[in-house]
């Protein structure tokens, strides 16, 4: 092997690629183009079904409870403890009332309410809800507050003609403080960017490795290319490095339109969760986290160039490479949910998992070097292995040349 005729191929591979104009719209502009617009569609979309489940909490009341006295009780003594409960007509069909929208909520008082209201005594409201329709489910919270205020005011008012302080009834004042600066926006974040980085890094190197030999061999250009003076293991690390090359222009293309999103509003990154902040990184462990990256671009591009390879023709490696997507699919969804201090030391050893968790563990502000050098460690082992795969394959006459 010689250095210069490796360089001499990922020069030719390089340059073929990227005067496919299609290939460098869809691998680099696009994802800058497309991403912001996803973001802000599916931020916004969020952020407004949230703010539905809050605002504008529609409230009526049944045509049976729906006396004055009931009508009168349900704006005054309730709805005035929430400025969001909006009481509306009474309705004959509840189910119906909520099913078209008419309402969020339908309210039901005991007849004798106002009796035992005077009386001191307990009296019942129930709540219907539809939970099959989140805009109903969620806005069940926001009446239940208006509720307990209601039960509070009434209970110290009480306490207060009889002669007793309420403040007997408190026997601990609760006091929550938050000791980490990150916002909720972060840990929507350290959900979603994981497992996005480690996606774009497995498929985005795909369309490179099914034209590199795949494509070659379906052109008849690969037979030409062998009878030079570049010896097999030069042309596949050339051809090797090509598509780690183009896994991380494309990583970089739908990062760089991930940052674009984040510039225009802040909030389409975290669903409507709230601004990204208090997360403070250490230059070590974000080089480490960086470098695993790296390395598992690097183990996807030699497995890419192996299933290529194997491959009898461009449409084959394509059916082949889709399905790699699903190898990045499971730990991603598997380990979604995982907090930064939830993840185990297992995990820092399996491929793509230890990327995930490098990942959520610097963006959950926890530092643990053992965890990181493991996956260094192990991620070095990754390559090497899909390397010397991708050499058995291109050295294997009856699977080079194979139709």
Same mark, same amino acid.
């Not at 010689?2 to 360089?7: A, G, V, W």
């Not at 599916?42 to 605002?55: A, H, L, N």
């Not at 035992?116 to 019942?124: D, G, I, L, Q, V």
């Given at each position: 092997m010689?250095?210069?005729?490796?360089?001499t191929?990922?020069?030719k591979e390089?340059?073929? !690629?990227?005067?496919d104009k299609?290939?460098l719209?869809?691998?680099?502009?696009?994802p800058?183009?497309?991403?912001?617009?996803?973001?802000?569609l599916?931020?916004? #979309?969020?952020?407004?079904?949230?703010?539905?489940?809050?605002?504008n909490?529609?409230?009526?009341?049944?045509?049976?409870?729906?006396?004055?006295?009931?009508?009168?009780?349900?704006?005054?003594?309730?709805?005035?403890?929430?400025?969001n409960?909006?009481?509306?007509?009474?309705?004959?069909?509840?189910?119906?009332?909520?099913?078209?929208?008419?309402?969020?909520l339908?309210?039901?008082l005991?007849?004798?309410?106002?009796i035992?209201?005077?009386?001191?005594?307990?009296?019942?409201i129930?709540?219907?809800f539809?939970?099959?329709?989140?805009?109903?489910?969620?806005?069940?919270?926001?009446?239940?507050?208006?509720?307990e205020?209601f039960?509070n005011?009434?209970?110290?008012?009480?306490?207060?003609?009889?002669?007793?302080?309420?403040?007997?009834?408190?026997?601990?004042?609760q006091?929550?403080?938050?000791? @980490?600066?990150?916002?909720?926006?972060?840990?929507?974040?350290?959900?979603?960017?994981?497992?996005? !980085?480690?996606?774009?890094?497995?498929? #985005? #190197?795909?369309?490179a490795?099914t034209d590199?030999?795949?494509?070659?061999?379906?052109?008849? =250009?690969?037979e030409?290319?062998?009878?030079?003076?570049?010896?097999?293991?030069s042309?596949?690390?050339?051809k +090797?490095?090509?598509?780690n !090359?183009? @896994?991380?222009?494309s990583?970089l293309?739908t990062?760089?339109g991930?940052?674009?999103?984040?510039?225009?509003?802040?909030?389409?990154i975290?669903?409507g969760?709230?601004?990204?902040?208090?997360?403070?990184?250490q230059?070590?462990?974000?080089?480490?986290?960086?470098?695993?990256?790296?390395?598992?671009g690097?183990?996807?591009?030699?497995?890419?160039?192996?299933?290529? =390879?194997?491959?009898r023709?461009?449409?084959e #490696?394509?059916?082949?490479?889709?399905?790699?997507?699903?190898?990045?699919?499971?730990?991603? +969804?598997?380990?979604?949910?995982?907090?930064?201090?939830?993840?185990?030391m297992?995990?820092?050893?399996?491929?793509?998992?230890?990327?995930?968790?490098?990942?959520?563990?610097?963006l959950?502000?926890v530092?643990?070097?053992s965890?990181?050098?493991?996956a260094?460690?192990?991620?070095?082992? +990754?390559?090497?292995?899909?390397l +010397?795969?991708?050499?058995?394959?291109?050295?294997?006459?009856?699977?080079?040349f194979?139709?």
């Open positions: 010689r250095l210069k005729h490796t360089i191929v990922l020069k390089v340059l073929d !690629i990227a005067r299609k290939s719209f869809s691998n680099i502009l696009l800058i183009i497309i991403m912001p617009v996803l973001m802000l599916v931020g916004s #979309g969020t952020k407004k079904f949230t703010q539905e489940m809050k605002e909490i529609t409230v009526a009341l049944t045509q049976e409870s729906a006396s004055p006295e009931a009508q009168e009780f349900l704006k005054n003594q309730i709805a005035i403890h929430d400025e409960i909006i009481i509306k007509d009474p309705v004959e069909n509840p189910e119906e009332a909520v099913k078209t929208g008419y309402v969020k339908v309210v039901v005991d007849k004798d309410f106002q035992k209201y005077e009386r001191n005594e307990p009296f019942s129930k709540i219907l539809d939970d099959s329709k989140s805009s109903s489910g969620g806005s069940v919270s926001v009446l239940e507050r208006a509720i205020k039960n005011v009434t209970t110290n008012k009480r306490l207060e003609e009889m002669g007793i302080d309420p403040e007997i009834l408190t026997a601990v004042v006091e929550k403080v938050n000791m @980490t600066e990150g916002s909720p926006g972060n840990m929507i974040l350290s959900m979603l960017l994981p497992m996005l !980085i480690a996606m774009l890094v497995a498929v #985005g #190197g795909i369309p490795a590199l030999v795949a494509g070659e061999k379906e052109r008849m =250009t690969l030409p290319l062998l009878t030079t003076r570049a010896s097999r293991l042309i596949l690390l050339g +090797y490095f090509t598509i !090359i183009f @896994t991380f222009v990583v293309s990062l760089a991930f940052v674009i999103s984040y510039i225009i509003n802040p909030e389409t975290t669903m969760m709230g601004n990204v902040g208090g997360v403070k990184l230059p070590a462990a974000v080089l480490l986290t960086l470098a695993v990256i790296v390395l598992m690097m183990t996807f591009s030699g497995i890419q160039l192996a299933i290529s =390879t194997f491959a023709s461009f449409k #490696g394509q059916t082949y490479l889709s399905m790699l997507i699903f190898a990045v699919m499971i730990p991603s +969804y598997a380990s979604m949910m995982m907090q930064a201090n939830d993840i185990k297992y995990m820092f050893s399996v491929p793509v998992l230890n990327t995930i968790s490098s990942l959520k563990m610097i959950g502000g530092f643990d070097y965890k990181l050098f493991l260094l460690g192990t991620s070095v082992l +990754y390559v090497v292995l899909a +010397y795969l991708s050499v058995l394959m291109f050295k294997k006459e009856s699977v080079l194979r139709s």
